[in-house]
């Protein structure tokens, strides 16, 4: 498996022909998304392999925003099966990989190990200090994308959202879910 050629390549194109709209899921997500679940793959001490799985499949999970806004997540499995053999990746690795990308398709419905922390690492920052810059960017991104305008619905929106999203690895559960939750209390305050 060619990773970091595989890193450079599909880094290089998500900076290159991601639509300037995205203002959520750019580069820059993809970014963060990986650098989380390599804090988790130390976390969690995961073997080399599926470091490079779970990696790969961050790095791969909204491949698809390149062609679709909507079911991405299937078109994202589309290019990595097109893509990964040219890196050395296996059949059985590709299958993996397509696995966490379809993981992250909301709702979230994992099934495996490292699937709960893709999960969690796409989503993180639901329970972090960044929640509220980053949620005015989806906010932005969907007004555009999806017409959605109105703040309050917006507010709506996550508040619906966070009460039926749940974090699945322990480790997001002891230390973004206290965080969420005081976001939740306060999204539904500002619900008119």
């Known amino acids: 498996m060619l990773y970091q050629e595989l890193e450079k390549f599909v880094l290089g194109e998500l900076e290159k022909k991601l639509s300037p709209k995205l203002t959520y899921h750019g580069v820059h997500h993809t970014r963060d998304v990986l650098q989380v679940c390599i804090a988790y793959c130390e976390r969690f001490q995961l ?39 040219r890196f050395e990746f296996s059949e059985k690795a590709i299958k993996t990989i397509s696995g966490l990308i379809m993981a992250t398709k909301v709702p979230q419905q994992p099934k495996t190990e490292m699937e709960n922390i893709i999960c969690d690492a796409d989503l993180d920052y639901l329970g972090r200090d960044d929640f509220y810059p980053i949620s ?30 749940q974090f699945h690895t322990e480790w997001a559960k002891k230390n973004r879910a206290p965080v969420k939750a005081k976001y939740l209390e306060e999204l539904r305050e500002m619900v008119k």
């Open 47 to 85: 073997n080399q392999e599926d470091a490079t799985l779970l990696k790969t499949g961050a790095l791969m999970h909204d491949t698809g925003f390149l062609y679709t806004y909507d079911e991405h997540e299937k078109k994202g499995v589309e290019i990595a099966e097109r893509i990964l053999p």
């Open 136 to 165: 005015e960017s989806l906010f932005e991104e969907l007004k555009h994308f999806k017409g959605l305008t109105d703040r309050n619905k917006w507010n709506q929106i996550q508040v619906s959202f966070f009460e039926s999203h």
